[in-house]
């Protein structure tokens, strides 16, 4: 009997602890449709990366969900005159080599992301950081500019102690950043962040464990993530349907309704920042150069119809560049279908008749982007303008979009400040090969009050005066019909009920893993 | 024996070689790698000065010679993708490939030579019939749609077998990923072997099945009826060692063919394998690895049926292995 009191309680005792583990240490499997290229986050700018910065590294800053910023690495800042900017580094913050964060890191940083291919151009504006005493650092602008809180959210800083020095294997410095063969960067990290890179088999699986010096004692209870790439779509759903994984990033929009309706999963999704546009090239087209023509193609075009239809509901009409919480979201422009109008600007116009045109698109690039292209070549079809639409995938569009082949060209844009100014310089401005600005403005519109605008949005500081400005430009880019927008991408996330997914997720689709928690 | 391998290899040598020109003379419509390598900030410029560092504007015949060179040399070239050469990224994929194809013919193998046998023996008996209309079914049936079928049959409804990858490996040798020796390694292996079987299959019962029945009715077999030797001897020995022959040609080619399913069969289980690894180098236009990828299917195709070859002198002793005199 004694005996039997003793295995008793020992099988209690067993389950006790099997259980009380299982909830404060909880294994995440995440399944991606891919993974990082690099352990470097210098190497690529790209969603995949970014997302991994946050969870191996932190930022200055970073964004909330309503779109505000939050401490991370700087705990306060304030802008000491025009050009400077100064941060205060939280203190006692180690690296996941034992290093302790210092000012320096972040000079070593900066430096670094202004020597990155990628990352280079969006800190052009920046000349450096200067280091003040050992927690306190300035970033220093070549002019008054606008968004340097919002470039702060890319500065994860890496430890420049960890990073110097010369590799072994090549022989060449540990921070040099490198493409497309081996470097130390590639395949080591010392970030700050929740997790540490224990293991990695590129394009198979990534392990990350929780880092026990972390600075911030108010996160999740992840202690493990294992993130698998799965690129098909039907499969992501399916490992997480039967539970083999916890967390997917993306739903297909085919899905959602499944997913939804699945006991014991929860779908999370949200209107994206991702505008996708069709650009009229006036250089290639003398009709497009005509504003009535521009005009009638964007009354032509049934975006709430494509977004309810074609998109199943998973994107959110546009009549602009600027999604909803950007300072440049001008509230009043609304999507404008209107066949009949469509029709008086083309007499208007004096092509009654109509005329016939060409149009690239991609088709694996963006949701259902060659679907889209041909609805829009249907809807134009009734303003009686011809249009005959190639479909690639997206290795090869590129070049065909840069060569400006066609008359038409299908592009989405994600504005890396997340501020509206960043599409127009892209999208809209002037394009000029000096500058760079309009690099992706393939409908060579050019109007130079957009120009003016824009570069004196960018040296505004005053937030509602910037507002007011940017607000103006969409209002001309949709009188003028620069381009037609036709939606802004939704996001999805979908896991098991119990985390607090809702929470962690945000309009970027930088899911804070660090802060996730499972019941 | 000695002039056939000569020949052979001088064969392979040759079919690689046009395999290799093919290849790299299509790379270039597959796009430009340093699109995928770059955000879409970065200049004309800076990307064209990152294809100047990569020689991808060098000539063609440039290219190609200086890829011949290093090939001579066992040096594929390097995955810009994986940052390492590309002889290491498909050996490290191989297993998984291998594995799948291997279990795959085994199930072909396993099922289709009894099935074959009995509906020829019985060509009226009801489960002959339903073993035809099956494989009907089976050889109609798009592989990828079968995966996704059996996916949602036995992971998402059933949750008796996960739904992708590789699961728990073992390592074999140093450099052999083997998911044959674990339980959770061999319940992954499940669905796609059977999958990737789901084409090969039908058309092997088939193929049995008509064969088997023609030497039914050949002479030879009515002679060992009148002799009056038992049933078994005549079906199982007579019989089948004939109906063998045409059944291992087309085995040797199909063999090949099932190597190139592999990339269906792979992308939807995301099984590891060089066939997924295939699909993404197009898709990230990583032209070394797809060439190489390439070359070393067409390498397994010349290997395989050269064995084909030498199985076919050992079934039927008449066939001459051609170079022999």
Redesign the interface.
């Known amino acids: 009997m004694k005996r039997m009191i003793v295995r008793l309680s020992l099988v209690l005792a067993v389950t006790l602890v099997a259980w009380g583990t299982s909830v404060n240490a909880a294994t995440l499997k995440l399944a991606m449709d891919a993974d990082p290229?690099?352990l470097d986050p210098h190497v690529?700018?790209?969603a995949g990366m970014l997302q991994y910065a946050h969870m191996v590294f932190d930022p200055l800053v970073r964004w909330s969900k309503d779109g505000g910023l939050e401490p991370r690495l700087a705990e306060k800042w304030e802008q000491i005159n025009p050009t400077t900017t100064r941060f205060y580094l939280r203190k006692g913050v180690k690296f996941h080599s034992g290093n302790e964060l210092s000012a320096d890191d972040v000079v070593f940083t900066l430096a670094r992301l202004k020597k990155s291919?990628?990352y280079k151009?969006?800190f052009e504006y920046f000349t450096e950081a200067k280091a003040v005493d050992s927690h306190t650092v300035d970033l220093i602008t070549r002019e008054p500019y606008g968004l340097v809180l919002a470039m702060a959210t890319y500065i994860f800083p890496l430890d420049h102690k960890f990073y110097s020095g010369k590799d072994e294997q090549n022989g060449k410095m540990k921070d040099v950043i490198?493409?497309?063969?081996?470097?130390f960067a590639?395949f080591n990290e010392s970030g700050t962040g929740p997790f540490k890179v224990t293991g990695r088999?590129?394009?198979?699986?990534t392990t990350f464990v929780r880092f026990g010096d972390y600075w911030d004692p108010n996160t999740g209870n992840v202690s493990e993530i294992i993130l698998?790439?799965?690129?098909?779509p039907?499969?992501r759903v399916?490992?997480l349907?039967?539970?083999?994984v916890d967390f997917i990033m993306p739903v297909p929009p085919t899905d959602l309704e499944r997913v939804k309706k699945t006991d014991g999963l929860q779908l999370v999704t949200m209107s994206g920042s991702r505008i996708i546009t069709f650009q009229l090239n006036q250089k290639r087209r003398p009709e497009f150069a005509n504003a009535k023509v521009r005009q009638a193609m964007a009354y032509a075009y049934n975006n709430v119809g494509v977004a309810k239809k074609i998109m199943k509901g998973f994107a959110t009409p546009a009549a602009q560049n600027s999604p909803r919480g950007y300072q440049g979201h001008n509230a009043a422009l609304q999507p404008r279908y209107d066949l009949a109008r469509a029709k008086e600007l083309m007499k208007e116009a004096g092509y009654e008749k109509g005329f016939s045109c060409t149009m690239i698109a991609p088709n694996?690039r963006y949701v259902n982007d060659a679907k889209i292209a041909q609805a829009f070549v249907t809807m134009m079809s009734k303003i009686k303008i011809k249009v005959t639409l190639k479909t690639m995938?997206?290795?090869?569009?590129?070049?065909q979009y840069?060569a400006q082949v066609a008359d038409i060209q299908m592009i989405g844009?994600h504005s890396?400040t997340e501020d509206s100014a960043n599409f127009f310089e892209?999208l809209n401005m002037c394009p000029d090969k000096e500058t760079?600005r309009g690099?992706?403005n393939s409908g060579n519109y050019c109007n130079p009050e957009v120009d003016r605008l824009t570069l004196a949005a960018n040296g505004e500081t005053d937030n509602a005066k910037r507002s007011v400005m940017l607000r103006s430009i969409e209002q001309i880019l949709f009188d003028d019909a620069a381009f037609i927008p036709l939606h802004w991408q939704n996001l999805s996330w979908a896991s098991k009920k119990n985390m607090n997914t809702e929470e962690i997720i945000n309009v970027m689709n930088f899911p804070y893993f660090g802060d996730l928690n499972i019941q | 024996m000695f002039a056939f391998t000569v020949r052979r290899v001088a064969q392979a040598v040759l079919v690689m070689l046009i395999i290799s020109l093919i290849g790299f003379s299509i790379k270039h419509n597959f796009g430009d790698p340093v699109r995928e390598l770059v955000g879409e900030r970065v200049t004309p410029q800076e990307r064209q000065q990152i294809r100047d560092q990569l020689g991808l504007n060098d000539p063609f015949m440039v290219q190609y010679g200086r890829f011949l060179k290093s090939a001579v040399h066992g040096d594929l070239g390097r995955s810009f993708f994986f940052k390492k050469p590309v002889t290491e990224v498909i050996l490290a994929k191989a297993p998984a490939t291998l594995e799948l194809v291997f279990c795959a013919s085994l199930i072909v193998i396993l099922l289709s030579v009894p099935l074959g046998i009995y509906s020829a023996i019985h060509p009226r008996r009801l489960l002959s019939r339903l073993i035809m209309g099956v494989s009907i079914v089976g050889v109609s049936m798009p592989v990828f749609l079968t995966a996704i079928l059996l996916i949602y049959i036995f992971s998402v409804e059933l949750g008796w077998l996960p739904s992708f990858g590789r699961g728990e490996t073992v390592q074999l040798f140093g450099f052999w990923d083997s998911g044959l020796l674990t339980r959770d390694g061999l319940r992954h292996l499940l669905m796609p072997s059977v999958a990737l079987s789901s084409i090969m299959l039908p058309l092997f019962i088939r193929l049995i099945r008509s064969e088997m029945m023609e030497v039914l009715e050949t002479e030879y077999v009515k002679f060992a009826w009148a002799k009056g030797l038992r049933p078994r001897r005549v079906w199982y020995v007579h019989a089948f060692k004939n109906t063998l022959l045409p059944v291992i040609t087309v085995g040797g080619v199909q063999l090949g063919i099932m190597v190139a399913f592999t990339i269906l069969t792979e992308t939807v289980f995301q099984w590891q394998g060089m066939g997924s690894m295939f699909i993404e180098s197009v898709e990230r236009a990583d032209t070394a690895l797809m060439v190489s990828y390439i070359v070393v299917v067409g390498f397994i195709f010349v290997v395989v049926n050269t064995l084909v070859d030498l199985i076919y002198g050992l079934v039927n002793p008449t066939v001459r292995i051609a170079g022999r005199k």
């Open positions: 290229v690099s690529q700018l790209s291919e990628d151009g969006l490198i493409k497309t063969d081996y470097s590639n088999e590129q394009g198979v699986k698998t790439p799965i690129s098909e039907p499969t399916a490992a349907l039967s539970g083999d694996n995938p997206k290795a090869q569009y590129w070049d840069d844009w890396d892209y760079g690099q992706y």
